[in-house]
T-cell receptor
Framework: DTEVTQTPKHLVMGMTNKKSLKCEQH?????MYWYKQKAKKPPELMFV???????INESVPSRFSPECPNSSLLNLHLHALQPEDSALYLC??????????????FGPGTRLTVT | LAKTTQPISMDSYEGQEVNITCSHN???????ITWYQQFPSQGPRFIIQ???TKVTNEVASLFIPADRKSSTLSLPRVSLSDTAVYYC?????????????FGSGTRLLVRP
């Protein structure tokens, strides 16, 4: 299984709502990531978890709250978002390959629309 | 982190070899060079990674000169399905994870 799954695929939420994005991998990877991608722009790193501990927070607003309950699961809790937060949210996990290369596996993303 | 510069777009035809060059003048000693491919509304997909000289896998080759200030992704005999955005990234390893900053990418269009 070389797949990162993300749910939901699409999400529409109001600015006062609370919602969560879910990401799951069963590849035994110990690093997991959240990215945000606006249309026709490159992905922007938001958070990195290493061994279930937050290791990088790229100065993301507190209305985005990550959580890593276990080594296979990564959540992104959303609260009081703004319309400009509408984007594709990508989850990824990574491992060291036999060749020594680091490879990130990305999920298909959750398309978020904030109204 | 090292900043990367790539051509905004490239055109090619089916069956041709495509070379995309990336400039990373400020690459650090412990940075690795990685290339990803992304189709619309999908997550990026790892293509290849290298540190120096040449790396080859089943889909591409990566050429890195001795000074490591640039790198070239080579896609042999492209097909229509290779139309995508290609990102060059440089970054260090950190324990089990690594910090990747995506550049603006190169939009490759493969024509029949």
């Amino acid at each position: 299984d070389t797949e990162v799954t993300q749910t939901p695929k699409h999400l529409v939420m109001g600015m006062t709502n609370k919602k969560s994005l879910k990401c799951e991998q069963h590849m035994g990877h110990r690093a997991m990531y959240w990215y945000k991608q606006k249309a026709k722009k490159p992905p922007e790193l938001m958070f990195v978890y290493s061994y279930e501990k937050l290791s990088i927070n790229e100065s993301v607003p507190s209305r985005f709250s990550p959580e890593c309950p276990n080594s296979s699961l990564l959540n992104l809790h959303l609260h009081a978002l703004q319309p400009e937060d509408s984007a594709l949210y990508l989850c990824a996990s990574s491992q060291v390959k036999a060749s020594g290369a680091y490879e990130q596996y990305f999920g298909p993303g959750t398309r978020l629309t904030v109204t | 982190l090292a900043k990367t510069t790539q051509p905004i777009s490239m055109d090619s035809y089916e069956g041709q070899e495509v070379n995309i060059t990336c400039s990373h003048n400020n690459i650090a000693t412990n940075d690795y060079i990685t290339w990803y491919q992304q189709f619309p509304s999908q997550g990026p997909r790892f293509i290849i990674q290298g540190y120096k000289t040449k790396v080859t896998n089943e889909v591409a080759s990566l050429f890195i000169p001795a000074d490591r200030k640039s790198s070239t992704l080579s896609l042999p005999r492209v097909s229509l399905s290779d139309t995508a955005v290609y990102y060059c990234l440089v970054g260090p390893r950190m324990d089990s994870s690594y910090k990747l900053i995506f550049g603006s990418g190169t939009r490759l269009l493969v024509r029949p």
